[in-house]
C-alpha cells in the first residue's frame, strides 16, 4: 500500500487545439513505482473507449508513437496527421495486474480534450474580419462626408448673386439680402428665358428688385403711424 500511495501519474493539458494533418501531442508522465502494469492512452472513458496506445503492443504502422521511447517515466505520444474523426477526450491511464491476472485501472490523467479544424479555416476567417473592418470603415467615412456637406450647404447663402446679362449692356449682379428670421427678403430678377431676342428690337425690359425688410425708422412728416419703412427700386434698360 506504501508503493501505491508514492506513485503519481501527471497529465498537465487540459485542452489542445491541432489543424488537420498536423501532429498532435499528448503529454503524459509519472512518477514512483506500483505494480506491474502498463501504461495506455484511451480516448473517451467507459464502455465506449477505445485505445489509442498500449506500452506493451507498438505497431510500427500506427500513427501513434511514443515521443521517448523506452522511458519508463515519460509516456508523452504524438498523433501524426490528424484528422476531424481524431477529435475527443484523450486519457493517459497506469494499469495494474489483477487478482485474474487481468490488467485493472490503478490511475488515470484529468483527460485532454482535443479539438481539430480546418487548416484553411482560421486564414478565411482573418480574410472575413478584414474584408468586414474594411466595409465598415468606408460606410463611416461616407457618413461623414454626407454630414459634412450637408452643414457646409446649411451654412452657405440660400439666395446667391446672380449675374445677367442685358444684350450690350454690361452684366448686371442681382443679389437678395437675407434678413433677419420674421422678415421676408424678394428677389424679383430676370431669367435668361425671359430674355428679349435681338429681333425684338422695340421691346423694353424692366428689372425690379424689391428688399422688403424694415428700414431703420427715420423722422419724416405725413406717414401714418404704425408703418413700417421698405425700399423698392426699378431698374429699366432699353434692349438693343
Keep these: 500500500a506504501q508503493v501505491?500511495?508514492?506513485?503519481?501519474?501527471?497529465?498537465?493539458?487540459?485542452?489542445?487545439?491541432?489543424?488537420?494533418?498536423?501532429?498532435?501531442?499528448?503529454?503524459?508522465?509519472?512518477?514512483?513505482?506500483?505494480?506491474?502494469?502498463?501504461?495506455?492512452?484511451?480516448?473517451?472513458?467507459?464502455?465506449?473507449?477505445?485505445?489509442?496506445?498500449?506500452?506493451?503492443?507498438?505497431?510500427?504502422?500506427?500513427?501513434?508513437?511514443?515521443?521517448v521511447d523506452g522511458s519508463n517515466t515519460d509516456f508523452?505520444?504524438?498523433i501524426r496527421n490528424v484528422q476531424p474523426i481524431d477529435a475527443?477526450?484523450?486519457?493517459?491511464?497506469?494499469?495494474v495486474k489483477g487478482n485474474a491476472d487481468e490488467d485493472e485501472v490503478f490511475q488515470r490523467g484529468r483527460g485532454t480534450e482535443v479539438s481539430v479544424h480546418d487548416a484553411a479555416l482560421v486564414p478565411g476567417m482573418v480574410a472575413a474580419a478584414l474584408v468586414l473592418c474594411f466595409l465598415l470603415l468606408l460606410g463611416l467615412l461616407v457618413a461623414l462626408c454626407m454630414y459634412?456637406?450637408?452643414?457646409q450647404g446649411g451654412a452657405g447663402s440660400p439666395c446667391p448673386a446672380r449675374t445677367v446679362a442685358m444684350g450690350s449692356f454690361s452684366s448686371v449682379p442681382l443679389r437678395c439680402c437675407a434678413g433677419?428670421?420674421?422678415?421676408?427678403?424678394?428677389?424679383?430678377?430676370?431669367?435668361?428665358?425671359?430674355?428679349?431676342?435681338?429681333?425684338?428690337?422695340?421691346?423694353?425690359?424692366?428689372?425690379?428688385?424689391?428688399?422688403?425688410?424694415?428700414?431703420?425708422?427715420?423722422?419724416?412728416?405725413?406717414?401714418?403711424?404704425?408703418?413700417?419703412?421698405?425700399e423698392y427700386a426699378s431698374l429699366r434698360v432699353a434692349a438693343k
Aim: positive net charge; glycine residues 8%; proline residues 8%.
Design 4 to 67: 501505491h500511495q508514492r506513485f503519481s501519474l501527471q497529465q498537465p493539458k487540459a485542452r489542445v487545439t491541432v489543424a488537420v494533418g498536423e501532429t498532435l501531442t499528448l503529454n503524459c508522465t509519472t512518477s514512483g513505482t506500483a505494480r506491474a502494469g502498463p501504461v495506455m492512452w484511451l480516448k473517451g472513458w467507459g464502455s465506449g473507449n477505445k485505445t489509442v496506445y498500449d506500452q506493451k503492443k507498438q505497431d510500427p504502422s500506427s500513427r501513434v508513437t511514443r515521443a
Design 180 to 230: 433677419t428670421p420674421g422678415t421676408s427678403s424678394e428677389v424679383l430678377d430676370a431669367e435668361s428665358s425671359h430674355l428679349p431676342s435681338q429681333q425684338s428690337s422695340k421691346e423694353e425690359n424692366d428689372i425690379h428688385y424689391a428688399d422688403l425688410q424694415p428700414l431703420p425708422p427715420a423722422p419724416r412728416r405725413g406717414r401714418s403711424p404704425g408703418t413700417a419703412p421698405t
Design 76 to 78: 508523452t505520444i504524438h
Design 148 to 151: 459634412r456637406r450637408k452643414r
Design 88 to 95: 475527443g477526450t484523450y486519457y493517459c491511464v497506469k494499469f
